[in-house]
């Protein structure tokens, strides 16, 4: 998988009642939620945001919730990956578990190279992110394969248990 | 092994599983609610329309419950429609269990309902879809909050995949002074490991300070495991677990416990002797102070909801405190299951609130997530018994929430400034 986009940077706790405030979760149309997405924190983000950019944030990504809507909502605005230095676990497999978000962990040190507007260029399964906006070349993950191979077949649901088992144990 | 590798190591027919293995494992109960239940279903739904199945079956119907919750009763159309779309799908897919608001023996929150019913067993794999799912780790049942694609998974194929945690042990002893709660308590943890603090980890609570709390007090430390982001919270069950689920459910569940010789990520000890009131500041449950050290500040606002806010014992320490006195700043109480109402009214409770000169709410959700029944303006501060206070968590994102006891909720609201209960009592 390989991804290219503008990176949206932001700090630490980013939590999902501030990805998409409790007040939307009535609303069930992606569409609709994406035009809330980030709200809480950053109003101005739906304007910026393209197909397929790259959120990187601190500690604790989507903190809060089980709320799928908060991946919904990031999804439709545009983005695809997201680098933070640790996720909530819940928005962590939810990012998997629906396939539309490809979430990796990333040091302090590759936080601190990557700044709001670099273009980047992911390649996820090889561990390797280029920012071509600074010619830099950064090792990144990869994910583990599980969290791969569900992304890849488009979630969960295309997995039956059997399958399941097998790419687990492997 | 520790309660929640145990757990896991059986649910996927393994001997024995160490914390980082991914495994499959078998799900024995399933909760959702009108705001996860609607997603759950659309996404059950789509995938029924992508892979053209004309009758699905889901194999866990009859291990699930639904229960309405966040926005209830229905403060607009897309919320009751939402609630008209949830009752479909529980009968289109024969789903029986339906905590229906309005309508029966008990209904009000999904967690609350989960302790109350006994709708969980020590040793399950429980897991539902809403973060504080967590709470029925008091049973000794390993309580895993999801999101939608999780649960729809789980709901078809009674299965789900996980990574086996690691535990993290806080051994409590020692017992609470008379104006000190188990919500203090978290607090001061949270405040101590973070909210990252328990990230993929388990939280198991042990010591012999537990005897010493009731159900409700243990929920509420299993309550906010969430806010320290962990996989679960965690208790073994001891006696009085066991005869409250057989009172409850007609049948004794086997006991299950932590291996002697068990592996710990790490420990923390708590003498519950020296934990004073305390409070979460604005805008994070783990920015924590004791209540000394913002006693005085002004309160607009006392909310007593929520699933780890308002249950019997709860109210019970509300109505201590309000007894014979009046609030002198809104204060809305909801209780958090109609059976605890009803309970309140019983014992006088709702007397006491409503001469106090407080509201009393139905059992919902309510403003704990900002969805209505009290959300919170620009400039507000508010004092709220709830688990969250992110920006924006209870409404306005310019609103200053304190996260508090009960007992420090209602002080504050007979001062109209963040007060402790100490002086009251
Ligand atoms: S009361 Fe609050 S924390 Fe509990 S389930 Fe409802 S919204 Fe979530």
């Given amino acids: 998988m390989r991804i290219r986009g503008y990176v949206h940077k932001y700090g630490d706790k980013i939590d999902t009642d501030v990805i998409i405030p409790g007040v939307y979760l009535k609303e069930h149309d992606p569409k609709q939620l994406a035009k809330h997405a980030m709200e809480g924190i950053d109003p101005d983000f739906v304007k910026r945001v393209r197909e397929g950019d790259v959120i990187v944030a601190g500690r604790s990504f989507g903190v809060g919730s089980s709320r799928e809507h908060a991946v919904y909502a990031l999804r439709y605005a545009g983005i695809r990956a997201i680098l933070a230095k640790s996720f909530s676990r819940i928005f962590y497999r939810n990012c998997i578990n629906t396939g539309l978000i490809i979430p990796i962990e990333i040091g302090d040190d590759v936080y601190r190279s990557l700044e709001t507007g670099d273009l980047v260029e992911l ?34 649901l295309n997995i039956d248990p059997e399958e399941l088992k097998r790419i687990a144990s492997q | ?24 494992a078998s799900v024995d109960r399933i909760m959702i609610h009108d705001v996860s239940g609607v997603g759950v279903f659309k996404v059950i739904e789509s995938y029924r329309a992508r892979k053209g199945i004309d ?59 989960a302790l109350e019913e006994g709708l969980v067993r020590p040793g399950d794999l429980y897991i539902g879809g809403d973060s504080h799912t967590n709470t029925a780790g008091v049973f000794g049942a390993l309580a895993v909050g999801m999101g939608h694609t999780d649960v729809a998974y789980a709901l078809m194929h009674g299965v789900t995949w996980l990574r086996v945690p690691e535990t993290i042990k806080i051994h409590l002893e020692g017992s609470f002074k008379p104006s ?38 243990r929920a509420t430390l299993t309550n906010m495991t969430t806010e320290a982001s962990a996989k679960s919270g965690i208790m073994e069950p001891d006696d009085l677990v066991l005869s409250y689920l057989e009172e409850k459910t007609g049948s004794r569940p086997r006991p299950i416990a932590s291996d002697p010789d068990a592996w710990y990520v790490d420990e923390h000890q708590y003498r ?15 920015n924590v102070s004791p209540v000394s050290e913002v006693e005085g500040v002004e309160v607009d606002r006392v909310y007593v909801g929520s699933c780890i806010g308002a249950k019997l014992t709860d109210l019970r320490a509300v109505a201590r405190i309000l007894k014979g006195r009046r609030v002198k700043v809104r204060t ?94």
């Avoid at chain 1, 070349?137 to 994910?143: A, F």
């Avoid at chain 2, 229960?67 to 779309?85: L, W």
């Avoid at chain 2, 973070?194 to 939280?203: C, I, Q």
């Avoid at chain 2, 012999?208 to 007090?217: C, S, T, V």
Wanted: net charge neutral.
């Fill in chain 1, 123 to 156: 390649y996820v399964e090889e561990g390797r992110l280029r920012v071509e906006s600074k010619g830099l070349e950064l090792k990144i993950g990869p994910p583990s394969r599980i969290v791969i191979e569900i992304i890849r077949r488009g979630g969960l």
């Fill in chain 2, 1 to 24: 092994m520790t309660l929640a590798e145990k757990i896991l190591a059986s649910k996927s027919g393994r001997r024995s599983v160490s914390p980082g293995e991914i495994v499959v």
């Fill in chain 2, 55 to 113: 009758s699905l079956k889901l194999v866990m119907a009859s291990k699930t419950w639904v229960a309405e919750d966040h926005f209830v009763p229905p403060s607009d159309r897309k919320s009751a429609s939402n609630i008209r779309f949830l009752e479909s799908m529980a009968s289109k897919y024969g789903i029986e269990r339906y905590y229906r608001y309005g309508a029966g023996e008990n209904y009000g929150i999904s967690h609350t309902l």
């Fill in chain 2, 180 to 217: 000190v709660m188990a919500k203090d308590l978290i607090l001061r943890i949270l405040g101590d490991i973070g909210s990252g603090g328990a990230d993929y980890r388990v939280m198991e609570f042990r010591g012999p300070a537990l005897k010493g709390m009731n159900i409700d007090e």
């Fill in chain 2, 272 to 286: 519950l002797e020296e934990i004073e009131p305390m409070v979460a500041k604005p805008s994070s449950p783990d």
């Fill in chain 2, 332 to 425: 809305e109480i909801l209780p958090a299951s109609h059976r605890i109402y009803r309970q309140a009214l019983k014992e006088g409770l709702i007397d006491i609130f409503t001469e106090s000169g407080a509201l009393i709410g139905p059992p919902t959700c309510g403003a704990c997530f900002g969805g209505h029944m009290g959300v919170v303006a620009d400039g507000e501060t508010v004092v709220s018994t709830t688990n969250r206070n992110y920006p924006g968590r209870m409404g306005s994102k310019e609103a200053r929430v304190y996260l508090a006891s009960p007992l420090t909720a209602a002080a504050s609201a007979v001062t109209g400034r963040i007060t402790d209960p100490g002086e009251l009592m």
